[in-house]
């Protein structure tokens, strides 16, 4: 069977993964991880074992060597791959799908990383290598903001000069558009008509947001120009008074990209717990009694369950509910307390399959007398990624 290599570049790690469109588990999976230090390292993780190595080159070229020597050194593994498909972050008001990499390709995702100043530049990088050393291949991208491209001018614009939007491009792009197209199309599959459903998805990991589908389109979403606006994540603030950056610049003596720092990296769950930005150990501290990590899962589910409501006002109904990401997955401590804020619009969980669901299937926790069905839906933008490569490769 035809195998795509799937290549998500960070500005110092690149995660990759081989695998087909079929939805099996990866032929190969792994981390290139310290790029740009003389510990870099690559983990590659194939047929149940875990194999990591120093690399030669410590940079985005040498992790992509290592991954083609991996791929030359296990021939019995008879890959056979057909194509290259690379996760790029922000592809702005330029993709709206997922496309074939060309130099005009290169040039749209280069321009676009005023928005995306540590990702998309990476992205280059790392596509510039892959093309290198898999030249005869076909590279697609595949856009993280793409799916949010059918928002309407009244949800995607700020409320600012118009000119700013002209001149700047400055508007909501949203992120996590992988995930939320591929939860959608697995719904799909799951009910019938799901062309006149009404969905929110919660996509809850370190980075977290939600997003309202109408007909299987993006109709709203709670992150912004970047991933800082909208729900308290791991390490970020989310939505807050803006005039709160140079009140802490003035205040700390620091300038404004260092206050935003401060938002991106040292806010969130770390923040407020002062434990950790971790889920699971804050977990662990608030059931060993600790008040702080308490009142951040509180926050935590505050937040998303104000904005699950906000991007609801954009659906007729909330016929479906899915909880996805690391957090949406395997927090029922979570899940419970984010669904017992949205009672007012007739969500009810069944605490018993909340409690039990299994971990990495697709389950039903809602109660009988729930007005939406409420899912886990685990995520797989990897193969979202194969599964485009492929298709774009058949079409040409
Ligand atoms: P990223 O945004 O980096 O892709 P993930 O989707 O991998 O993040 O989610 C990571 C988050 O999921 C972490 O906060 C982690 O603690 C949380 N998580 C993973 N497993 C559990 C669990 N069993 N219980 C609670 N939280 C969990």
């Known amino acids: 069977m035809s195998q795509v290599l799937v290549v998500n570049c960070g500005s110092s790690s690149l995660k990759f993964a081989i695998m087909d469109g079929s939805g099996a588990a990866p032929i190969l999976e792994g981390i290139a991880d310290r790029l740009g230090s003389e510990h870099s390292n690559i983990t590659f993780k194939f047929n149940g074992q875990k194999v990591e190595q120093p690399l030669h080159e410590h940079d985005h070229k040498g992790a992509v060597t290592a991954i083609k020597q991996w791929i030359d050194d296990h021939q019995d593994l008879n890959i056979q791959l057909v194509g290259i498909g690379h996760r790029v972050v922000h592809g702005g008001e330029t993709f709206s799908q997922s496309v074939l990499i060309d130099e005009k390709v290169l040039q749209g995702i280069e321009d676009c990383s005023n928005f995306a100043p540590l990702h998309n530049p990476a992205h280059v990088k790392g596509i510039n290598e892959a093309q290198a050393l898999f030249g005869d291949l076909p590279h697609v991208a595949v856009f993280d903001t793409a799916f949010h491209q059918t928002m309407e001018a009244?949800?995607?614009?700020?409320?600012?000069?118009?000119?700013?939007?002209?001149?700047?491009?400055?508007?909501?792009?949203?992120?996590?558009?992988?995930?939320?197209?591929?939860?959608?199309?697995?719904?799909?599959?799951?009910?019938?008509?799901?062309?006149?459903?009404?969905?929110?998805?919660?996509?809850?990991?370190?980075?977290?947001?939600?997003?309202?589908?109408?007909?299987?389109?993006?109709?709203?979403?709670?992150?912004?120009?970047?991933?800082?606006?909208?729900?308290?994540?791991?390490?970020?603030?989310?939505?807050?008074?803006?005039?709160?950056?140079?009140?802490?610049?003035?205040?700390?003596?620091i300038s404004m990209k260092q206050a935003l720092d401060i938002l991106n990296k040292e806010s969130g769950l770390k923040g407020i717990s002062e434990i950790s930005n971790d889920c699971r150990t804050i977990e662990t501290a608030q059931a060993a009694g600790d008040d702080r990590a308490e009142l951040a899962l509180n926050m935590f589910a505050s937040k998303a369950a104000k904005h699950l409501a906000s991007v609801a006002t954009n659906l007729h109904s909330v016929d479906h509910l899915v909880f996805t990401g690391g957090i949406g997955e395997n927090s029922p401590v979570l899940r419970d307390k984010i669904c017992e804020r949205l009672r007012m619009m007739g969500i009810r969980l069944d605490q018993n399959l909340n409690q039990t669901c299994p971990r990495g299937e697709i389950s039903q926790l809602s109660s009988d007398s729930s007005s939406a069905k409420i899912w886990v839906i685990p995520t797989n933008e990897e193969l979202l990624i194969a599964q485009d490569t492929l298709s774009l490769i058949d079409k040409h």
């Open 154 to 253: 009244d949800q995607y614009l700020y409320p600012i000069p118009m000119r700013l939007y002209r001149e700047h491009h400055f508007r909501k792009y949203g992120f996590h558009g992988t995930s939320y197209r591929y939860i959608s199309a697995k719904l799909a599959s799951l009910n019938e008509n799901f062309g006149s459903h009404n969905t929110l998805i919660a996509h809850l990991g370190n980075g977290a947001s939600v997003c309202a589908v109408r007909a299987g389109l993006s109709v709203d979403t709670s992150m912004g120009i970047t991933p800082l606006e909208g729900l308290m994540m791991g390490t970020r603030s989310g939505s807050l008074d803006p005039s709160l950056l140079s009140f802490i610049s003035d205040a700390e003596g």
